[in-house]
């Protein structure tokens, strides 16, 4: 087997640990074989720390089992510890997932008693939500109109969810698992403002929309979306 | 071909019957053509308020069941000619109605009546599925309660599932001096709630339990203002528009006097 002699792989050390370049463009054997070679020369025995690793992969894209075999390569022995994978592609069904959970879905009725509005990824609803009625999503809720039933943003765990209204009087408001409930006394609402957790005070605060521009820096940048996906 | 009409409401007790029962006699005051259909198996009122209740033979149930022909189930109307009831069954199974028996009987009634209104038993399930199945629109009735209003938000939500016109809105029992303190839901926030048009509201009046225990509707009466309301909701379904009537109560010759200076009372 003729083996160029380019190197496939690449070390760079950093602050947080090593960085491993491997070669998009070569076999995955190949890249086994050489890892292998690498990390036994690597593996001194003094070192009692172990360091961690982050694989870049480029544009390479690998199925689970290959990512174990490359972890199980570097970890073996306990000299490494694989932080994650860093690849410059995405199998088309994450991608699909993914663009699913960062869309904004718009609605135009009015979620009436009794009926769930579920959505995954952000809602725009453009209409109220009676008494009664109630709206989910995995992301953030926002409402064009009057929210006066149940909202539930983050409904998959996303504590960084908010839910904003033009006219805000919910029975209750929840956010990931969070939730809380109007008053018992009758209250009139509040326009254009937001819920949101506030991780100093472990609970849901509702606050004007305004202060989403602080606590919510992300909420506009697609950033928040690649970690939502 | 005529139009039917389904009364509903969800919670029970706001006024269906009553309310089917008086649009049914206004329209016929103004020589329609008009039938009404019991469809509260089980719990039929509809003739008691008609006071028909004695001439009662067979019912909508036998019709179903093909035990009789449509037109001799239909009772004629004491007062008016055109006006016919298709009572509800006391004692069948519920079961025996189904939507396409209904379909069927409103289709054949389409052809002789002008309208056809059909009185909805209260509740979601199967009988309420009944009744509006072969109805071409709804109205909704509702009292200014937040409870019955809630009930009303969820029929609207069913309703527009189906193939249907927009449907309509009726605040029943309205009590004047509660709606001014704030006691009781004002017109505005319930129309705004439910986002459907206002097609009629309906003082609360004791006039109106006395004439249904009379088995004469109030809608004959010329007097009293539950009476007007609902000879207006009638000309409202022809297509007239009809302003809605003042809630104030103009008795006393000084706000009559007020009112006819232009001054607020």
């Known amino acids: 087997m003729t083996v160029d002699n380019k190197q496939v792989i690449a070390m760079k050390g950093t602050r947080d640990g090593l960085t491993l370049f491997l070669d998009d463009s070569c076999s995955f054997e190949q890249l086994v074989a050489e890892l292998q070679e690498k990390i036994n020369m690597s593996k001194t025995g003094k070192n009692e720390q172990t360091t961690t690793v982050v694989v870049k992969l480029g544009n390479r894209y690998l199925a689970n089992g290959q990512k174990q075999k490359i972890a199980s390569i570097i970890e073996d022995g306990n000299y490494f510890q694989v932080e994650s994978f860093e690849s410059d592609v995405i199998h088309l069904e994450e991608a699909v997932k993914w663009k699913e959970q960062s869309d904004v879905k718009i609605f135009n009725k009015i979620v009436r008693s009794g009926q769930v509005l579920t959505v995954t990824g952000d809602l725009l609803l453009i209409g109220d939500v009676n008494p009664g009625g109630r709206v989910e999503a995995s992301g953030n809720i926002y409402v064009l109109g009057r929210l006066f039933g149940v909202a539930h943003a983050g409904k998959d765990g996303d504590k960084k969810a908010v839910i904003a209204a033009s006219y805000l009087n919910p029975s209750q408001l929840r956010i990931a698992e969070y939730i809380s409930r109007a008053p018992d006394y009758e209250s009139d609402g509040v326009m254009m403002e937001c819920g949101y957790i506030d991780e100093k005070e472990d609970k849901i605060l509702v606050d004007r929309l305004q202060v989403l521009t602080k606590k919510r820096i992300s909420l506009s940048g697609f950033e928040r979306r690649m970690l939502n996906g | ?265």
């Open chain 2, 1 to 265: 071909m005529g139009e039917a009409i389904v009364i509903t409401s969800g919670k029970g007790g706001v006024g269906k019957t009553t309310t089917t029962a008086n649009i049914g006699t206004a329209l016929a005051l103004m020589d329609k053509k008009v039938c009404l259909i019991d469809t509260d198996i089980g719990l039929r009122n509809l003739d008691v308020i008609m006071g028909l209740e004695n001439r009662i033979i067979y019912d909508i149930v036998d019709v179903i069941e093909e035990r009789c022909k449509l037109k001799q189930a239909l009772i004629k109307d004491k007062r008016f000619d055109y006006l016919s009831l298709l009572p509800a069954a006391q004692t069948s199974d519920k079961s025996a109605v189904t939507t396409e028996g209904m379909k069927k009987i409103i289709q054949e009634l389409k052809q002789e009546y002008d309208y056809i209104i059909i009185d909805c038993p209260a509740g979601i399930e199967q009988g309420f599925q009944n009744a509006i199945s072969g109805a071409d629109r709804a109205i909704v009735v509702t009292t200014p309660e937040k409870s019955s209003v809630r009930d009303a938000d969820r029929i609207v939500g069913l309703l527009e599932k189906e193939e249907m016109q927009a449907p309509s809105l009726i605040i029943n029992r309205i009590r004047n001096h509660m709606m001014k303190n704030g006691d009781m839901l004002d017109i505005d926030e319930v129309v705004q709630v439910l986002s459907i048009d206002l097609i009629g509201i309906v003082q609360d009046d004791d006039e109106v339990i006395k004439a249904s225990n009379n088995g004469e509707p109030i809608a004959l009466q010329s007097k009293p203002k539950a009476a007007i309301s609902y000879r207006n909701i009638a000309r409202r379904i022809l297509g007239e528009s009809v302003p809605l009537e003042s809630m104030e109560d103009d008795t006393g010759i000084l706000k009559k006097m007020k009112k006819f200076f232009g001054l607020h009372v």
